[in-house]
């Protein structure tokens, strides 16, 4: 069928069979690690939060005690040799804590941005690709949702949820939607009336067909970009709910309750609340780092404002 | 011109009325039952029932919203749940605090945002940019609420310059002065680093635009270029987000009072979803809404005051 197709259309308006064995699905990965290479912040964040994943992994082992493990006597404690950061109202230790706390912090992190992703980006391909009233509606409602300060948005919908891990996903998830569709419209709207598309599109692709595996492949790198981004303002959102004790409820850790706990005993201990907020800064910080990176490599205004300096 | 103000505010009525008719529903969708939240547990089905038929609460979904969008259009905002106090006192009660709160910490922002940005152009490359885009990097990544527990650590704790508990009742300007200057002051920072940020860029993308070529090559000292044509340019774009960023801070504004203990809409909103008191939760999240669209609004009708090159389609 191809070779009756080719003497009708010309070759290069076919879209592209890959190769066997072209590395076309892994190009982006490889893409990622050699942008990394060129960048030390971004390598420095990428490094930072393997470390964290790590940490989260590895966390029953990692921790000298349980989260919840208390230890009455020593409460109030700074660092010590025995507890390392020193412990909280109860005696628990503030190290083991912070450890266990990874846990929700990625897990928030990643899980709400694919929330985000499989909701927004489906519905601005397709209000991208279909324009006309469908595109109106869902741009009512973008403007509409946007009108809220993400973290009012979050906070609503965590008040409508209920408080707990799975919850805070959901409700960052969708706090966040708004922003997803207006990534994945825009560029849908310019791409849409390209050559290949219509050629596509003749050769009797569906609607579907045609906005799931052309369109998305060629929007998906801001995506993975403010993904990355995104993640950062998760785990930032997921630290305020908690800290508004809204989020992750305690005994389980979280920074945000954390913090939330070190507040409320400040004059007796300051080191509750200084040591959870610093690594919440520095996981947020790294994945900032690695997401500016990206995002400065992939826009071609800082790419020109980039040139002296490869060239010095 | 005139046709595209009243465009804009018609489409800001609309979105108004949109974010009003959600919150609405949405509070309706909530599982669990007002008239249980305000009788408490053991109160009697007979009870309920009057208190249902006494607040309208029994009558249909579609005559409770066209009651609550007449109030609304009045201006009323109906009455608490839990307190049956009326909610516009409330609201206006608190509203200067965290007005107060918001524009401090915009100035904050401005005042260190502009001239870091500035520098860090025209020193583009140097120890100055890097420093500033380590800051703004820096800054993106500080929550505002760990910010404000730093200050709060570093400044009244330890140092006992300011008080812990925020709390303002009565006192002179001075006073309510000294209690604004650390919350406004963990907001404004991080507003600072996204303001250095913006304001980098485009004074980088102003620079290399013609008439900067054109001032510089008929002998004007640099810096009349950069401060006197330059940056009368970047202003829009800069004062456009400053603008946009009502939002961020009436969201870090909730974070910063709770963290200072300082009264504001953000507390009242906080004490409402504890309380379930659902008509101020309601209310609170209008309010917080509609100021964000009402800023929109105010700063895409401003343009045309900073630019006479705007134009209006």
């Known amino acids: 069928m191809n070779n009756t197709l080719e003497k009708i259309f010309p070759v290069e308006l076919l879209p592209k069979t890959p190769q066997p064995g072209a590395p076309s699905k892994f190009l982006f990965l490889i893409n990622f690690w050699w942008i990394l290479k060129q960048d030390k912040t971004a390598l420095t964040g990428f490094f930072v939060i393997i470390g964290l994943l790590g940490v989260a992994l590895l966390a029953p082992w990692l921790a000298p005690y349980g989260f919840s493990e208390q230890h009455i006597v020593h409460s109030f404690k700074g660092p010590d040799p025995r507890f390392w950061l020193g412990t909280d109202e109860f005696g628990r230790d503030l190290l083991s804590r912070m450890i266990w706390g990874t846990r929700p912090a990625l897990l928030v992190g990643v899980f709400s941005v694919l929330v985000s992703i499989g909701i927004g980006v489906p519905i601005g391909l397709i209000a991208g690709f279909k324009l006309g009233w469908v595109d109106r509606i869902v741009s009512w409602f973008v403007d509409i949702m946007l009108s809220f300060p993400s973290l009012l948005l979050g906070l609503t919908l965590v008040t409508l949820m209920g408080p707990g891990v799975y919850k805070v996903v959901l409700a960052i998830g969708i706090a966040h939607v708004p922003q997803y569709i207006r990534l994945a419209r825009g560029p849908t709207m310019s791409i849409r009336n390209l050559d290949f598309i219509s050629a596509s599109r003749a050769l009797g692709a569906g609607d579907l067909r045609l906005a799931f595996s052309h369109i998305l492949p060629n929007v998906i790198g801001p995506i993975i970009i403010m993904a990355t981004l995104s993640i950062a303002g998760a785990i930032r959102m997921e630290a305020s709910l908690s800290f508004l004790g809204l989020g992750v409820q305690p005994p389980i850790p979280s920074w945000g309750n954390m913090i939330r706990e070190g507040v409320e005993n400040i004059l007796q201990s300051p080191w509750m609340a200084l040591f959870p907020g610093l690594i919440l800064t520095l996981t947020v910080l790294a994945f900032n780092m690695v997401g500016d990176s990206l995002r400065d490599m992939f826009d071609p205004r800082t790419i020109v404002s980039r040139k002296p300096k490869t060239k010095q | ?313």
């Open chain 2, 1 to 313: 011109m005139r046709s595209y103000v009243l465009k804009r505010i018609l489409s800001a009525v609309a979105i108004m009325w949109a974010v009003a008719t959600i919150v609405f529903f949405a509070m309706r969708l909530v599982p669990s039952d007002p008239a249980q939240v305000v009788l408490g547990n053991y109160a009697t089905e007979d009870s309920l029932a009057a208190f249902r038929k006494e607040t309208g609460l029994d009558r249909p979904l579609l005559s409770q919203y066209i009651d609550f969008m007449s109030q609304l259009a009045r201006g009323d905002l109906g009455r608490s749940l839990i307190t049956n106090q009326p909610i516009n006192r409330q609201i206006w009660s608190l509203f200067p605090y965290t007005f107060n709160l918001a524009i401090a910490s915009m100035l904050i922002g401005a005042i260190i945002g502009i001239p870091l940005g500035v520098w860090a152009a025209i020193r583009k490359n140097t120890v100055v940019d890097y420093l500033s885009r380590i800051v703004a990097l820096a800054g993106f990544s500080f929550p505002a609420f760990y910010l404000g527990v730093l200050l709060l650590l570093v400044f009244s704790v330890k140092l006992g310059w300011f008080p812990i508990l925020h709390q303002i009742k009565t006192g002179s300007l001075m006073e309510h002065i000294h209690k604004l200057i650390l919350p406004a002051a963990s907001l404004g920072i991080i507003q600072a680093s996204y303001i250095t940020r913006l304001t980098r860029s485009s004074m980088l993308e102003a620079l290399n635009e013609d008439y900067v070529r054109t001032a510089l090559a008929k002998g004007l000292r640099p810096s009349t270029v950069h401060f006197k044509h330059v940056l009368k340019n970047i202003m829009i774009p800069v004062i456009t987000a400053i603008g946009l960023y009502t939002g961020t801070i009436l969201g870090g504004a909730i974070l910063t009072e709770t963290v200072f203990n300082r009264p504001g809409l953000g507390k009242l909103l906080l004490g409402a979803i504890s309380q379930r008191d659902y008509t101020l939760i309601q209310s609170g999240l209008m309010v917080f809404a509609f100021i964000v669209v009402a800023v929109n609004l105010i700063v895409d009708l401003t343009y045309s005051l900073f630019d006479p090159r705007v134009k209006y389609e």
